[in-house]
């Protein structure tokens, strides 16, 4: 009679939990070193993972960065029957908290500095970052992608220069007024 057995668990630490490890360390080692300094040897360090377990995942620093960036925004917090106004005030709002998250600000500016001159980065930011929330906008608000992308400009340009400037996230007083300006002109 043959017995029961079960098959050996492959190598390695077990899968579940490594992009919640790597993400965290990425904001944490941006935060820490810059963007620039924040290498995929030193995410993989402050991971506790191979860098090939990070190549695995995302082909760059950018992929990787950006699917940081999209797992810390996650979705826009709208709710049902939110009026325009509403909309608009709680997408600004919520980008500024999230902007002011340590590593992220610094995060967002520096791939996005990259992407000025990769193409595949910008895509990548394009599709994964930026489409969902602008498709989002656009059937909320009923306006054209070339104004929501305006809207996303505005709003996300302001905050990071903010951060960019100063060091600091933007004050709450200046966000009202961030939203008080861009309701006034969308709303």
């Given at each position: 009679?043959?017995?029961?057995?079960?098959?050996?668990?492959?190598?390695?630490?077990?899968?579940?939990?490594?992009?919640?490890?790597?993400?965290?360390?990425?904001?944490?080692?941006?935060?820490?070193l810059?963007?620039?300094?924040?290498?995929?040897?030193?995410?993989?360090?402050?991971?506790?993972?191979?860098?090939?377990?990070?190549?695995?995942?995302?082909?760059?620093?950018?992929?990787?960065?950006?699917?940081?960036?999209?797992?810390?925004?996650?979705?826009?917090?709208?709710?049902?029957?939110d009026?325009?106004?509403?909309?608009?005030?709680?997408?600004?709002?919520?980008?500024?908290?999230?902007?002011?998250?340590?590593?992220?600000?610094?995060?967002?500016?520096?791939?996005?500095?990259d992407?000025?001159?990769?193409?595949?980065?910008?895509?990548?930011?394009?599709?994964?970052?930026?489409?969902?929330?602008?498709?989002?906008?656009?059937?909320?608000?009923?306006?054209?992608?070339?104004?929501?992308?305006?809207?996303?400009?505005?709003?996300?340009?302001?905050?990071?220069?903010?951060?960019?400037?100063?060091?600091?996230?933007?004050?709450?007083?200046?966000?009202?007024?961030?939203?008080?300006?861009?309701?006034?002109?969308?709303?």
């Open positions: 009679m043959a017995r029961a057995t079960t098959p050996p668990r492959p190598p390695g630490r077990p899968r579940a939990g490594i992009d919640a490890e790597v993400f965290a360390a990425t904001l944490r080692t941006v935060d820490e810059g963007y620039t300094h924040a290498t995929v040897d030193r995410i993989a360090a402050a991971a506790g993972v191979a860098k090939t377990t990070i190549y695995r995942r995302w082909p760059s620093k950018g992929a990787l960065i950006t699917a940081c960036l999209v797992d810390a925004f996650g979705p826009l917090p709208i709710k049902a029957g009026s325009r106004e509403e909309v608009i005030a709680s997408a600004i709002r919520f980008g500024a908290l999230r902007i002011a998250e340590p590593g992220l600000a610094a995060a967002f500016a520096g791939v996005f500095t992407a000025i001159s990769d193409p595949e980065l910008r895509e990548i930011l394009s599709t994964q970052l930026q489409d969902p929330y602008r498709l989002v906008l656009q059937e909320v608000l009923g306006e054209s992608e070339q104004r929501v992308l305006f809207f996303v400009d505005v709003v996300i340009g302001t905050l990071l220069h903010r951060m960019g400037m100063t060091g600091e996230p933007m004050v709450k007083a200046d966000v009202d007024a961030l939203v008080e300006m861009v309701v006034s002109y969308l709303g």
